[in-house]
């Protein structure tokens, strides 16, 4: 059964099923972040266990493959090593999938910290579009409207 779902499943499919999965969770985030739907699928563990099943099915596929994780450790020797690291497909994949929970996480966190202070929906859209592409730019913008509205600055919470 593993060798049936490893044809179809691809890389370049994952890819596509990673991107284009990760958009209906945003979509509820930014337009509905009251709803029950955005309480019960989005801002709980449910899309994290989605993408952790895949991120391990991608490690057990890969190292059924053959291939060496602890080539991935020399991203820390240096910009040339990452350089070399991101022409690999597999490291490519890996982390696109890592990129997405984070960035899905953080909108999550975003949403529900923002209904803790009631700041507007429209003007949460903002952070969370921004989130989207560069997490941690729309993660400061969201910071600088939550203080507006907590009218405190905290670092810590």
Same mark, same amino acid.
């Given at each position: 059964?593993?060798?049936? =779902?490893?044809?179809?499943?691809? &890389?370049?499919? +994952?890819?596509?099923? *990673?991107?284009?999965?990760?958009?209906?969770?945003?979509? +509820? @985030? +930014?337009?509905?972040?009251?709803?029950?739907?955005?309480?019960?699928?989005?801002?709980?563990?449910?899309?994290?266990?989605?993408?952790?099943? =895949?991120?391990?099915?991608?490690?057990?596929?890969?190292? $059924?493959?053959?291939? #060496?994780?602890?080539? $991935?450790?020399?991203?820390?020797?240096? &910009?040339? $090593?990452?350089?070399? *690291?991101?022409?690999?497909?597999?490291?490519?994949? *890996?982390?696109?999938?890592?990129? @997405?929970? =984070?960035?899905?996480?953080? /909108? /999550?966190? =975003?949403?529900? #910290?923002?209904?803790?202070?009631?700041?507007?929906?429209?003007?949460?859209?903002?952070?969370?579009? +921004?989130?989207?592409?560069?997490?941690?730019?729309?993660?400061?913008?969201?910071?600088?409207?939550?203080?507006?509205? /907590?009218?405190?600055?905290?670092?810590? #919470?």
């Amino acid at each position: 059964m593993i060798e049936q =779902i490893s044809v179809f499943f691809t &890389i370049e499919m +994952i890819y596509l099923w *990673l991107t284009y999965g990760v958009i209906p969770f945003w979509f +509820i @985030l +930014i337009f509905f972040p009251q709803s029950k739907v955005c309480g019960l699928l989005t801002t709980s563990i449910f899309p994290f266990i989605i993408l952790g099943c =895949i991120y391990v099915y991608l490690i057990f596929y890969f190292y $059924n493959t053959g291939y #060496d994780f602890f080539e $991935n450790f020399e991203l820390y020797l240096g &910009i040339y $090593n990452l350089t070399s *690291l991101f022409e690999n497909e597999i490291f490519i994949i *890996l982390i696109w999938t890592h990129f @997405l929970a =984070i960035n899905l996480f953080c /909108a /999550a966190w =975003i949403v529900r #910290d923002s209904q803790k202070y009631f700041i507007s929906k429209y003007l949460n859209s903002i952070p969370l579009i +921004i989130t989207y592409f560069v997490g941690p730019i729309g993660i400061v913008i969201y910071w600088f409207i939550r203080i507006f509205f /907590a009218k405190k600055i905290s670092l810590f #919470d």
